[in-house]
């Protein structure tokens, strides 16, 4: 080995050579959650008490009073309005507001509640008179305060954690993300769903239309009103101050001021940022006329969805919100007593209908058995929809039964002609040897879990995530240990050819927070370390599936995140920053170089660089990743095509797409997974695969025989993960059945040899250049005679140490047992 001064000496020299380092994209979600953790730390300092939590309350309550104190003299539907201003992002004309790191909706809705409560607890008297631009000081002012509360409150939740609940973190993060997070998915994608599950059954909405007096699509159509037309208000104020300064403007420059005109623009100025009740809020009959819909028929939308003016001080009010019982989630429309209507922001009304119209559904059983019913089936067909996109030309089973063993007896003797327990399954697709099981959860949270009560959270993910983990898992097994199913009116069903399995969860709730946080689910008990099924809610498996270019991408994803490493190294807000960092780094995780060996024997010690590697991986924390997407996702809603619109994210672009690309075209046996395992290599190791083929082709052998190169492809620890990658080449004189005989057979027997389950061969024919063969081979058994013989041909596993080190050439000899490299690297 070199000596230390050396090696500092060649990296030292590698670096100037590279040039100097590019500077760290600025990265504002990084910094709000810096900034975050910089708050708490400090805040935590000044409780140094004997009895912190006692503390924490007391500063709590003072907290609220004195918020309470200062806000008590607005008008709460003015109030609202300036808020709206300052913390909702803003657009002109038909812009998408832009993505900000904070959650403003937050604040919002917290100032909403505490004005609405602080105006209940003084008889709601007239509001008193406020000097202009009092409110926008008091809103301006008002964030750090807000803040202050919400972080109290999260040092009130950290101090009740009981350290032995298993659930506590869980708890916490569906909490904290019933506070902090809004829209986890688009809301046109939502309000798409909304719309087909309360209106797609004719029964179910007839039923709404009867008892209440409108459908779901009275409803929404209500609620976009009321924030439609608060925008147009809004507008109208804009443009009524830019006529007025324009005006007062043009009279200055003529040199004929006027007092009058001046007085306007001031007047229209403060009307934009602070205007009364009646220009801020709607009125009913606006938005009958604006939506089409009789005022009767509206205001029983209204009376459904406005906020409960139930009897709670402002310190209740706060206490409920920042434990995740937030009543606007399911009424988010504010009435005055004038009855003029306000919706504080846009964020939750398109959620607020299902969940609203749901809790009336379970007061009708026979109406909710048929909503119920409607609700699997919708999930079922668009998961089959979304899966069929990423998954061309494979073999759909949907809503079946098949049979396991019912005892003991049964499984010891494990005829699956004799198994008598019959059991459901919900999506089996077999693409060749890889077979997906996917399992539908229509459930939902309930609103005691997200207000973070344990037993209750335990009950819904076990409905959610555990059974459809122990459903998919049991099918699993089932392939694993028989070969294949007994299927319910179909037979038996041969699945031997399988040789990777990958189950899914899709869950039609929108629950990302708990969905990504896959070890705390293993901590908790909900999940097992050798059962980790990808979950994933409906409507991000359907935008994956759009942002998918190629069916290899999908399949690697589900790879690597189902990776039980996976799911500790990286945590993430959200399904879509993961699968967004997976495009843009990999989500790789570097294994245990010692557990790769004992994978596969036959490669060398581990080398210091992995082991370096391997020690220095720390766990990441994914920030944001989604603006990109925003963009894209709301260019498309808009029907932009053009040059200018925003593109859509893809995938590091690979060397090696032209061959994934190819197999695919082809149908080649094994393409989806051949592909897959191609795209896994590190970029530098793609560029050098696709060199492999014209680098044989460019040096045929003197003697004119057929030239090949062999690498095993081990980049995990789990043996049934390998692969074996021949590349080979036909000359003009070998016949082309000999030619795929013989390389069928060294194929087989080299994997045998080597311990590795799947391989191919990449066959070109030297005088054309033509990729004239992919020779797929996925054989687990034992060998023939004839194979066992050749055996004793084949260089010995442990070749491919010598023949591999660092500071040699490659051999050039002519046979198919020179290899590339020891090991291919995966894809970071």
């Not at 309005?81 to 809705?109: H, K, N």
């Amino acid at each position: 080995m070199a000596s230390r001064s050396k090696r500092r000496a060649a990296r030292n020299k590698r670096q100037r050579r590279a040039g100097p380092a590019p500077s760290p994209a600025f990265d504002p979600h990084a910094q709000v959650m810096a900034d975050t953790w910089e708050a708490l730390a400090s805040l935590i300092a000044t409780f140094a008490d004997d009895d912190p939590a006692t503390a924490v309350d007391a500063a709590f309550d003072n907290a609220v009073d004195m918020l309470v104190a200062k806000l008590q003299r607005f008008d709460p539907i003015r109030l609202i309005e300036v808020a709206r201003q300052r913390f909702l992002p803003m657009a002109f004309g038909d812009e998408i507001p832009a993505v900000t790191a904070e959650a403003g909706a937050v604040y919002v809705e917290l100032l909403a509640l505490v004005a609405l409560a602080a105006r209940r607890e003084t008889a709601e008297a007239p509001a008193a008179a406020v000097e202009h631009q009092q409110m926008s000081h008091f809103v301006s002012e008002a964030k750090q305060q807000l803040d202050e509360l919400l972080h109290l409150a999260q040092l009130r939740s950290l101090a009740a954690v009981d350290p032995t609940d298993k659930l506590a973190l869980m708890s916490l993060l569906i909490r904290g993300s019933e506070v902090w997070v809004r829209n986890a998915s688009y809301p046109e994608m939502v309000a798409t769903t909304n719309l087909a599950l309360l209106d797609g059954n004719p029964s179910v909405r007839a039923a709404l239309n009867t008892q209440l007096g409108f459908d779901a699509t009275a409803a929404l159509s209500v609620l976009d009103a009321v924030h439609r037309l608060q925008q147009d208000s809004l507008n109208a104020r804009l443009q009524a101050m830019d006529a007025a300064v324009q005006e007062a403007l043009k009279a200055t420059k003529e040199g004929q001021p006027d007092d009058r005109l001046t007085a306007l623009a001031r007047a229209s100025f403060l009307s934009l940022f602070e205007p009364d009740a009646d220009r801020a809020a709607v009125t009913l009959d606006a938005v009958a006329a604006h939506t089409g819909i009789t005022v009767e028929r509206a205001r029983a939308v209204v009376e459904r969805f406005r906020l409960d003016h139930v009897k709670a001080t402002a310190a209740e009010v706060v206490d409920a919100f920042t434990t995740g019982k937030n009543p606007m989630r399911t009424r988010p429309l504010v009435v005055d007593s004038h009855g003029r209507l306000m919706l504080p922001h846009p964020a939750l009304h398109v959620f607020a209908v299902r969940e609203n119209l749901e809790e009336h559904l379970k007061t009708s059983k026979p109406v909710w058995n048929q909503y119920a019913k409607h609700r699997g089936d919708l999930l079922e067909t668009r998961t089959r929809d979304a899966l069929s996109r990423v998954l061309p030309g494979a073999r759909f089973r949907d809503a079946f039964e098949y049979y396991i063993p019912a005892n003991d007896a049964q499984a010891t003797a494990a005829d699956p002609a004799q198994y008598t327990k019959r059991v459901e399954g919900d999506h089996l697709i077999v693409l060749d040897d890889v077979a997906i099981i996917v399992e539908d959860k229509a459930v939902a949270l309930s609103a005691l879990s997200r207000g973070g009560k344990a037993t209750r959270i335990r009950t819904d993910l076990t409905g959610i995530i555990t059974k459809a983990a122990e459903q998919s898992g049991r099918m699993k097994d089932a392939i694993e240990r028989d070969g294949g199913l007994r299927i319910e009116d179909e037979g038996w069903v041969d699945l031997r050819h399988i040789r990777e399995i990958h189950t899914v969860a899709v869950s039609l709730d929108d629950i990302s927070t708990v969905l990504t946080a896959t070890a705390e689910l293993v901590r908790a008990g909900l999940l097992a370390r050798d059962n980790i099924p990808w979950t994933v809610s409906l409507h991000d498996l359907e935008l994956i599936t759009e942002l998918v270019a190629r069916p290899a991408e999908f399949l690697l994803y589900l790879r690597r995140r189902r990776n039980p490493d996976v799911t500790v190294m990286f945590r993430a807000p959200d399904e879509m920053d993961l699968f967004l960092y997976f495009y843009e780094a990999g989500l790789w995780v570097e294994p245990d170089p010692a557990q790769v060996r004992i994978a596969y024997p036959f490669l060398p010690e581990p080398t210091t660089a992995e082991l370096r590697r391997y020690r220095a991986q720390e766990p990441t924390f994914l920030t944001s990743r989604t603006d990109a997407l925003d963009q894209w996702f709301h260019s498309r809603q808009r029907g932009e095509a053009t040059a200018g619109s925003a593109p859509k994210p893809t995938m590091v672009p690979s060397p090696l797409a032209p061959l994934i690309d190819e197999l695919q075209s082809r149908n080649a046996t094994g393409w989806l997974s051949i592909g897959a395992t191609l795209l896994s290599l590190a970029t530098a190791s793609q560029h050098k695969t696709a060199r492999h083929g014209d680098e044989l082709l460019d040096s045929p052998s003197p003697s004119g025989r057929a030239r090949s190169l062999t690498v095993p492809i081990t980049d995990g620890t789990d043996p049934a993960e390998g692969w074996l990658f021949v590349w080979a080449t036909r000359p003009a004189g070998q016949q082309p059945d000999d030619a795929e005989k013989d390389l069928r057979g060294y194929l087989r027997a080299k994997k045998h040899q080597l311990g590795l389950p799947r391989g191919v061969v990449f066959l070109y024919d030297e005088p054309t250049r033509a990729l004239v063969g992919v020779l797929y081979d996925g054989h687990t058994g034992p060998l023939d005679a004839t194979l066992t013989a050749r055996l004793q041909t084949l260089l010995p596993a442990t070749h491919l140490q010598r023949s591999i080190h660092p500071n040699v050439k490659r051999p050039s000899q002519d046979t198919k047992d020179t290899p590339k490299r020891k090991r291919q690297k995966p894809k970071r």
